[in-house]
């Protein structure tokens, strides 16, 4: 029995492994037709970009999964405030959401969709359903083995010592049945 755990625990280890290893996917590409904002808070740093698109919601988050592929993706929502912290300060938010590849990188996107007629986004003479904001998130693959392997080396010292914890504690019940 205890060679069939330990060979579970080291397959399951050296698949972590594989998967962590792998490396990164590059900043995707932005929807078709979208208009890149050259506004300096856009272009600070090349781990966000800003567009300007007549894609909606659904369309955006479509094309970015789209995009975003080779790993279980995992999609989770954030209320609007966020985007302050997670974004940039002064963000405008109508939307935020992550596609995530648990254990490696992530990918926000922040939708801006106007309300009211003072804030229609106005862009060379073209009038645009949104801005979109993309922060894609890498991380390095020697760090992800490191903490796997802690991680898997953690949980191997915790399971053997509740095993010794659980099989002291049932020798120490039986003895009271003899």
Same mark, same amino acid.
């Given at each position: 029995? !205890? &060679?069939l ?6 397959? #399951?280890?050296l ?7 792998r ?5 995707p ?9 050259? /506004?300096p808070?856009d272009? /600070?740093?090349?781990l966000?970009?800003a567009?300007?698109?007549?894609f ?12 975003f592929?080779?790993?279980? @993706?995992?999609r989770?929502?954030?209320p ?5 912290t ?11 959401? /992550? ?7 992530s &990918?926000?996107?922040n ?11 106005? #862009?060379?003479?073209? /009038?645009y359903?949104?801005? #979109?904001?993309i !922060?894609?998130v890498?991380s ?10 802690a ?6 010292f915790?399971?053997?010592?509740? @095993?010794? &914890?659980l ?10 049945f003899?």
């Amino acid at each position: 029995m !205890k &060679l069939l755990v330990r060979s579970v625990f080291v397959a #399951i280890t050296l698949l972590l492994i594989f998967y962590v290893s792998r490396p990164s996917a590059d900043f995707p590409p932005p929807p078709s037709g979208a208009k890149q904002s050259m /506004e300096p808070a856009d272009t /600070e740093t090349p781990l966000r970009r800003a567009y300007f698109t007549d894609f909606t919601r659904e369309e955006i988050i479509a094309h970015y999964q789209k995009e975003f592929i080779g790993f279980p @993706t995992l999609r989770l929502n954030y209320p609007p405030e966020d985007a302050q912290t997670i974004i940039r300060d002064q963000t405008r938010s109508y939307y935020l959401e /992550e596609l995530a590849h648990p254990l490696r990188e992530s &990918l926000y996107i922040n939708g801006f969709v106007p309300q009211h007629k003072k804030d229609a986004i106005l #862009i060379d003479g073209v /009038e645009y359903y949104q801005k #979109i904001t993309i !922060k894609y998130v890498p991380s390095s693959s020697a760090a992800r083995i490191v903490y796997v392997l802690a991680f898997s080396g953690l949980t191997y010292f915790v399971f053997n010592e509740l @095993t010794k &914890l659980l099989t002291s504690f049932v020798k120490f019940i039986f003895s009271f049945f003899r």
